[in-house]
């Protein structure tokens, strides 16, 4: 347990850290380097992905999937929530799921059974689901192909958010639906902030100046985004998504986190030293503030005219 000195200075610093600029990036400048990321980093962000996935489920509510015929999901990971869309679907709707991680991929097909080929089509009959490797940038599909498009969490990484938007138009029939999420408020997403702000200010390390995730977190900015590449009828919302860690034990996962990861191999030899700051810090959001950490996402759902 903390002494009561340690517990003020904890809460003036999670003070500080809800107003910092400092945030989390997923490294890359180009496509094939945010693949070779999500290929070396899968299995240990899968391990801690399930609290995102609430997000998935908001977004095939909101398009109502069971009313579309054809779907395609960009970005589709190690698929968490597969077998409750599948149910949910209509049983002769086509679903396309796409990554463009071969690792990823492969997570899905064994998470449903079935052995990944990359490059290959798999499409597994019973259910109309196509699995298949594919850039969200430049897609390969005919165009006015689908009736439903979505993209959970990967716009804002992709190198061209742009181009990516103008292509979910492309592929996308007159009257379709798109769903995307991007991360979104900063001061409720401390997974995300907590760790590069207790770098900087206890202890004075930089990360690596790159992209931020959170630069699409402005919501006039996306519906303006997407307004200008052809869609209409935008709802464009924010939604909180709790992460599973709920006492001490769970705390010690968020290290196997890739981008937590990333960040420890910037400390050199203070690295334990960091380690015990954030479980402290961590521990008083959980047992003394009794909130959750996790990630706050700005949703949006609009139609292609």
């Known amino acids: 347990m903390y002494t009561y000195i340690n517990k003020l200075k904890i809460n003036k ?10 945030n989390f990036c997923i490294k890359g400048k180009s496509i094939e380097e ?19 996935n609430g997000f998935y489920y908001t977004l095939i509510n909101m398009l109502k999937i069971e009313k579309r015929m054809n779907i395609l999901e960009v970005g589709a990971g190690g698929g968490f929530l597969y077998n409750h869309s599948l149910n949910r679907k209509h049983p002769n709707s086509n679903y396309y799921a796409t990554d463009l991680s071969d690792s990823m991929l492969g997570i899905l097909c064994k998470r449903i059974g079935v052995e990944y080929k990359p490059n290959q089509l798999i499409t597994i009959p019973n259910y109309n689901l196509h699995i298949e490797k594919a850039n969200g940038e430049k897609l390969h599909y005919k165009n006015e192909m689908f009736d439903c498009y979505i993209a959970n969490l990967c716009l804002q990484i992709t190198t061209n958010p742009e181009k990516m938007i103008q292509e979910a138009n492309r592929v996308l029939q007159p009257g379709g639906y798109a769903g995307f999420t991007v991360w979104g408020d900063k001061q409720r ?11 900087h200010r206890q202890f004075g390390i930089k990360l690596p100046k790159v992209r931020s995730n959170f630069h699409l977190n402005d919501k006039q900015k996306l519906i303006n985004m997407l307004e200008q590449f052809g869609f209409t009828n935008i709802v464009c919302w924010n939604q909180f998504q709790p992460f599973p860690y709920v006492d001490k034990d769970d705390i010690q996962t968020l290290f196997t986190h890739p981008i937590v990861k990333d960040s420890l191999a910037e400390c050199g030899d203070k690295k334990e030293e960091v380690k015990q700051a954030l479980l402290e810090a961590f521990e008083n959001i959980l047992l003394h503030e009794r909130e959750p950490v996790g990630l706050d996402g700005l949703m949006i759902i609009a139609k292609k005219k």
Do not use: M
């Open 13 to 22: 610093f999670l003070s500080l850290c809800k107003n910092n600029s400092y």
């Open 34 to 52: 945010i693949k070779k990321y999500w290929d070396e980093n899968s299995d240990n962000y899968l391990s801690q992905d399930s609290g995102a």
């Open 189 to 199: 997403s401390r997974f995300f902030t907590l760790v590069p702000s207790i770098l």
